[in-house]
């Protein structure tokens, strides 16, 4: 779960001032974690790194993205924190990992399991505080 995004994408940037990261508000971050915790989910909370230059991410790229703390690569959550901050709104995400691309094979990870996602979106309606 991020706790902040790193900053390499364009949309963010016509929403809150250039800086290097968008954070997550803590109170989201203890809010998205209560689920977690009471169905025993094992999870990370860190910094992401949204980029949408897919093509860029070099294995030297990922490796100081690493070195910085990045825990994942994504292409939304930085845009995502910037709107949601700039309209007043607090946001905060799961990320699901999905499959894995840092190896020299593709490792899917079963992505494509539907009961997986399935979980996500009922542990995020518990986090919401829906029926």
């Known amino acids: 779960m991020p706790a902040a995004a790193l900053r390499d994408e364009g949309t963010s940037y016509h929403y809150l001032p250039p ?34 230059a897919f093509y860029r991410e070099t294995v030297a790229k990922v490796a100081r993205r690493r070195a910085e703390g990045c825990l994942t690569v994504e292409m939304e959550t930085a845009a995502l924190l910037a709107v949601a901050q700039f309209r007043g ?40 505080g829906l029926p």
């Open 19 to 52: 800086g290097r990261q968008v954070v997550v508000p803590p109170a989201m971050v203890a809010r998205l974690r209560r689920p977690l915790e009471r169905h025993g989910i094992p999870y990370d909370v860190g910094l992401t790194w949204t980029t949408d």
């Open 89 to 128: 709104v607090e946001l905060g995400q799961y990320l699901y990992g999905g499959d894995d691309v840092s190896g020299a094979v593709w490792d899917s990870r079963g992505w494509q399991q539907h009961s997986r996602r399935e979980q996500l979106f009922w542990l995020a309606v518990e986090a919401a």
